[in-house]
């Protein structure tokens, strides 16, 4: 892989560089989408979509007083605009607080590249080295594929176990932090009180409980410290392990030093300094004495051990160093995963619902909205006026239009509206009707065999548990004249309250609408 990757290099320099370059320009876009896709849908509006656009002279369906083209353009710069009331940001910003995460982020991008690129270069150390005695026999290119394999698998076990580590440490303390002001506070209530999830209406139920009970019912009230184990056994099994291999590997390096020097000596080898010329000593080098020679011999075989103890010292203070370093870069990981993230269960969706961030109080959210606006406002006007000259130059109808980005951004927030009071009045009327399906006994009784009188109250409660209209006209008809009557009266009183309702409803919804337009 590595010598292909050089090649490519030496060869296509610009190719290779181009292909370095689109990743690494993939690599920003993914990052900074939100930026570049709102830069682009500017860049294609002035350039070629409006033009575009303005060629369907049609009217909307659904609102004649609109074009489908200056729908269409609202609906793409809508997609930057989130529809949310003070309230409701103040209530995501409330459970943060009350979680406490207000303040934290997520683990950021680079600092994912980053932990991950260095954990894969310490990896390639000494996967190298493994690689020799997990595929033995094999080529040197398949133990290099070999390496590259293993080195990818180490570094990403060990950087999702860092990770993982490091934010169990993080709510574990904060878990260990609100028992220690339990304690300090003297135990005088219960440590928790409910589950608080984000979704739901209970964020506000322990706005009267300490803080410490706040943040655990959100949070959790154990600790929890498994994978922190997990994670220091895996490095240092890794880190052990891999240096006790490089120490094998230096220590055959080191005897095959010494076996080499000894077959040397005796085979008599002469070796110039050049190392070129080797040739083997004639008998009158035997003519040393015995003395001499074991002399000799000694002296060299110190030089080799000299040089072998050299080599082995020098080696395994290497070795020493690199699992430092390796267990720094696992403590690096840990770290990162400590600082950033959330503890809260549901505090990674609250803080995307107020931003991701972006905003820090609900003024920076009107002031996004209104710079959103204010661009959708201008190229709604250049659309209109393009869509007046062609209507000019082809068009049959007089036509003239005056709408405004706001404009349709209020009737997106009554047609919401509306759908969520459909929706509530439909789950009302399911939970009614099921209520009512299940309190029914059967037989139903029959008026002639109630001994005694019969009241209003009883006789809607036994129209209402009826499902089919024809029963319930026929239940209506067997009652006496009188209380017909009575029943009559009292299910249009039922429907003209009903018709108040879903008014008032409307009228909130519209004052909604209105209250957010103008705040």
Not at 118 to 135: C, D, N, P, Q
Request: one cysteine or more; aromatic letters at 10%.
């Amino acid at each position: 892989m590595i010598d292909t990757i050089k090649e490519l290099f030496s060869l296509s320099p610009v190719l290779a560089w181009s292909l370095v370059s689109t990743l690494l320009a993939l690599v920003i876009v993914i990052a900074l989408w939100d930026k570049v896709s709102w830069m682009w849908l500017n860049f294609s509006m002035d350039w070629w979509r409006t033009s575009s656009l303005s060629k369907d002279l049609n009217k909307d369906t659904a609102n004649s007083a609109w074009f489908k083209a200056e729908k269409a353009l609202c609906r793409e710069y809508k997609k930057f605009i989130r529809l949310q009331s003070q309230a409701d940001f103040d209530e995501k910003v409330d459970y943060l607080t009350k979680a406490g995460d207000n303040g934290r982020s997520p683990t950021p991008t680079w600092i994912f590249v980053l932990t991950a690129i260095l954990v894969f270069i310490e990896a390639m150390g000494f996967s190298y080295v493994l690689a020799g005695y997990t595929i033995p026999g094999a080529s040197e290119t398949t133990q290099q594929y070999g390496a590259l394999g293993i080195a990818f698998l180490i570094s990403i076990i060990l950087f999702a176990f860092t990770h993982f580590a490091g934010h169990e440490l993080y709510v574990s303390n904060k878990i260990k932090h609100a028992r220690r002001e339990w304690s300090e506070d003297g135990r005088k209530q219960k440590f928790t009180t409910d589950t608080i999830a984000l979704a739901g209406k209970k964020n506000s139920s322990d706005d009267g409980q300490p803080s410490y009970t706040q943040m655990v019912n959100r949070v959790g009230t154990h600790e929890n410290y498994m994978m922190t184990y997990v994670t220091i056994a895996c490095v240092l099994i890794v880190a052990i392990g891999a240096t006790y291999v490089r120490g094998q590997v230096l220590e055959k390096m080191l005897q095959q030093t010494v076996v080499n020097s000894q077959n040397q000596a005796e085979l008599g080898l002469s070796i110039t300094e050049d190392g070129l010329n080797m040739t083997v000593k004639g008998a009158d080098d035997s003519a040393l004495p015995d003395a001499d020679k074991a002399q000799n011999q000694a002296s060299k075989d110190k030089a080799v051990q000299d040089e072998v103890s050299i080599d082995r010292h020098g080696g395994w203070g290497t070795f020493i160093i690199l699992a430092f370093i390796f267990i720094f870069l696992q403590l690096l990981g840990v770290l990162f995963g400590y600082k950033w993230g959330f503890a809260g269960r549901d505090s990674k969706s609250a803080y995307k619902a107020i931003g991701s961030g972006r905003y820090t109080s609900y003024a920076d959210v009107r002031q996004r909205y209104s710079e959103v606006a204010d661009t959708a406002q201008a190229k709604l006007e250049n659309l209109q006026q393009k869509l007046m000259k062609r209507n000019v130059d082809i068009g049959t109808e007089g036509m003239h239009t005056k709408n405004t980005f706001l404009e349709f951004m209020k009737m997106a927030r009554l047609e919401e509206s509306g759908d969520r009071a459909d929706q509530d009045s439909h789950t009302t009327r399911q939970a009614v009707k099921d209520s009512a399906t299940s309190s029914v006994q059967e037989p139903t009784p029959k008026p002639a065999e109630v001994d005694a009188p019969l009241t209003v109250h009883q006789a809607m409660q036994q129209l209402n548990a009826l499902q089919d209209k024809e029963d319930k006209r026929a239940y209506i008809k067997s009652l006496p004249v009188s209380m017909q009557e009575e029943v009559k009266s009292a299910l249009a009183l039922a429907k003209a309250e009903e018709a108040k309702k879903a008014q008032d409803q409307a009228k909130l919804a519209q004052l909604d609408a209105e209250l957010d337009d103008l705040l």
